[in-house]
């Protein structure tokens, strides 16, 4: 997960290496293959000179015709493998067969002379991709180097993946590597990952990303779902139903402890019990140790997945766990959940890749639509003459809510700057988490509120980057799906 805001940026050294080793032989290679072809060199463990000598033919057919690959071969092959590397590589070799026969009983060495029934498991090397089944349209602008619209680029996705999974119907995340390694090699101008010209990543992932994503949903009917909360009114009569059968469902991509089995070893329900107490009571005193409540809240995780994953209301988890929706609470139960410390990771990449976005919109982006060029000059004068990372933030979510088309209010719902709590009028807020700013627009405003489920969980949010995170944080802790009304720019802050 974490693609745009939370990627890994290769390191100079390994960039150099794989640059000076490719360009000795290929100097006219183009610079999308030559990109391609580290990426996948790196991938499959390519980490030194003396790894070369390991590379197939097969290994460069991603990025290089067959004659192309060739050169490239024998060049390494004459330049890093020694007589000594040879023959000790000759050694291994046949040792391995050999251990590798004795170990395979008849019924093994039967069953591999044959592939698995309806699997080739090396589909992907062959697997051509159908560009004959593509719509018109979309080879319109295939062909043309131009960037098909989300639309477009939908179908050719659907279409891929149900060709892919009539090849296997298990595809994982390498199968939609090699498959989106593919498709932008033959089409770089149409669908690359570009921001002002430069190569976002390995320039691909967006569409690995596409192509997973419809994958799971192929899957959904016959995959293991992850419950959600539903949300209820008065009148519902829920006493009748079980907790676990009001929910939604929803599934567990990049979570790593989304169902914790066993309590840690010292800890007992009673000793969970008797902590969550201790935190309902810190939270009223004014002068609690940040580092007190950060342990307790770590220690009682278990108990908090098994309050969520049970479906309890939002209002009773407010109740029993307030510190979950404060800033510190929030943060320690997403990394628990991913890995990840959220606002961390995403201000540290926002100073890395923020500006370059934010100029990529206000300059590029405003050309291509009047429509973004009406909000974009709407923002401007609602921002006037400030500046700082913060409204930079501000205008960045609300450029790309207007790039991908979606409305504002389904995330930001402005009040008056004096409103409090008990006025902000519930009933026109969204279901999913919203951020409620208090005055007429982002700009102006210095107090937020969040709300989930028509619940306000926290009143007094001092900042933007803040209140972002708190809501984004709460899809993750809280099991809820991205609103479609909201999911590329969800996803792209995801990324």
Known sequence: MWHFFFSASMSDSEQTFLDVAITEVLPELQAVNKNILEEHLQSIGVETSDDLRFVTEADLMTALRPVQARKLLSAWKQKYQTPENSSLSSVEASSTQSLSLLS???????????????????????????????????????????????????????????????????????????????????????????????????????????????????RRTSTPKIRKRKHQTDSDHTDEIPLEERAAMQDTYGCIKWNVEFLPLEETPESQQQ????????????????????????????????????????????????????????????????????????????????KRLL??????????????????????????????????????????????????????????????????????VPLTPTIIVCGQSCYSSRRYMLSVDRHLVSTNISSFISALCLMFGSYYNFNIHYPSELASTLEFLQR
């Open 359 to 428: 100029d990529y919109l206000t300059t590029v982006a405003v050309s291509k639509s009047k429509v973004f060029l009406q909000t974009y000059a709407r923002l401007q004068r609602m921002r006037g003459p400030q500046s700082g990372c913060s409204d930079d933030v501000k205008e960045m979510v609300l450029l790309l809510l207007s790039y991908f088309e979606e409305k504002e209010e389904s995330m930001l719902l402005c009040v008056e700057d004096t409103c409090l709590a008990d006025e902000v009028q519930l009933e026109q």
């Open 104 to 218: 395979l009983s008849p019924q093994s060495l039967s069953s591999t002379s044959s592939s698995s029934p309806g699997c080739d498991i090396q589909w992907d090397d062959n697997f051509e991709i159908p560009w004959s089944k593509l719509p018109a349209e979309v080879m319109h602008f295939l062909e043309r180097g131009k960037r098909p619209r989300p639309k477009l680029r939908r179908q050719m996705v659907r279409i891929v993946v149900t060709e892919m999974m009539e090849k296997c119907p298990h595809v994982g995340r390498k199968h939609s590597i090699d498959v989106a390694r593919k498709m932008v090699a033959k089409y770089p101008n149409s669908l690359q990952d570009l921001i002002e010209g430069e190569i976002v990543g390995a320039g691909y992932l967006s569409l690995v990303k596409q192509l997973q994503n419809r994958i799971e949903n192929v």
């Open 275 to 354: 902590k969550m107490e201790k935190l309902k009571v810190m939270f009223q005193q004014a002068d609690t140790n940040p580092e007190e409540v950060k342990s307790l809240m770590k220690s009682t995780y278990y108990t908090q997945r098994l309050h969520v994953n049970q479906g309890k209301s939002i209002k009773c988890l407010r109740e029993e766990w307030p510190f979950w929706f404060d800033e510190l609470g929030m943060s320690v139960h997403f990394k628990e959940l991913t890995g990840i410390d959220l606002k961390e990771t995403f201000t540290r990449n926002l100073d890395l890749k923020g």
